[in-house]
Structure formats: structure tokens, C-alpha cells
């Protein structure tokens, strides 16, 4: 697995400035239109500095609706239990969160989904990662600080070289 840590930060720094820079700054941020584009400019950051270099094609209809299992996220070394959040989405589209730590059992292969903001309308760092287990389907939102990323070309496990 090659490490793109570095390169996933670089999208998620590009993608979080252009929303504080120019998009939040907009006369009415939280409409569609506003959402919109940043949707298209996220995606279109993501595919120039990390999806174009691992020869990943994703089509905008599938960004932030499903996760990209090419890319999958590791504990940083000397993390034994890591705090995550655990998604359970309803009915209605609503997804809660509880805490939880995972990995005395090991760790999930957890593919990327989205970097995420609680306050997604006001200035955001996008410090959290959602992912998602490629096992079982079950949602995880972790903090980025305690994730390295991977470019995954066929079997994955954490903590191997």
C-alpha cells in the first residue's frame, strides 16, 4: 500500500479554503446552488490532486454517497484502540452517532468516504474522516489525526509494509 497522506490533506486543506475563502462568504451559503458548487469543486479537487495520480475514476453522482475503496484509512502507528464515532442511519436519511473505541479485536479495512465539518456552513477545518467498512457496511467517523491514508491496489491490513 503506498501512503497518500500527505496528498489527502492536501485536497482536504484546498477543498476547506475554498469554502472559507469564497464560498461561505457568498450572500447565502447554505442555498442549493452554493452546495452545489462546492459539491463540483470538491470533487473536481479531489480527482487533480489525489484520484488522477492512483488512476481512480469517480463519478460526481457517487461522491459523499458512497465511499472509494481505493483509498483506506489506518490507525497512525502506536494507536491500539481508536476513538471513532459509530453511524446508524435511519429511515427518515438521519444518521446518530455513539462513541465507541475499536481495535482491540483489530481494525476494520475502512475505505474513505468524506472528509467532514460539524459546522459545515460556518469556517470549517474538515477535521474528521468518514469512512466506511468495507466488512460490513458500518459508518465510522474518526478524527484525522489519528488516520494515515493508503492508496489500496487489492488486499489491505493496517500495519503491514
Known sequence: ?????????????????????YLRTTDDPMSVDVQLSRDRIELELLRAIVLYNL??????????????????ICPRDGI?????????????GNTTWSKSLIGSDGFPILAFKEFFDWNSY????????????????????????HCDFFAAANSVECGAD
Not at 500500500?1 to 475563502?21: S, Y
Not at 481508536?82 to 429511515?91: A, K, M, Q, T, W
Not at 460556518?122 to 474518526?142: A, E, F, K, N, Q
Request: with cysteine.
Open 55 to 72: 488512476k481512480i475514476d469517480l463519478d460526481i453522482e457517487n461522491y459523499r454517497h458512497n465511499h472509494i475503496q481505493e483509498i483506506v
Open 122 to 145: 460556518g469556517h470549517v477545518t474538515m477535521g474528521l474522516v468518514i469512512v466506511v467498512s468495507i466488512d460490513d457496511g458500518r459508518m465510522y467517523m474518526i478524527e484525522e489525526m
Open 80 to 92: 491500539y484502540d481508536l476513538p471513532v464515532l459509530i453511524g446508524e442511519r435511519h429511515d427518515n
Open 1 to 21: 500500500m503506498k501512503n497518500i497522506t500527505e496528498t489527502m490533506l492536501c485536497f482536504r486543506d484546498a477543498a476547506a479554503h475554498v469554502w472559507n475563502a
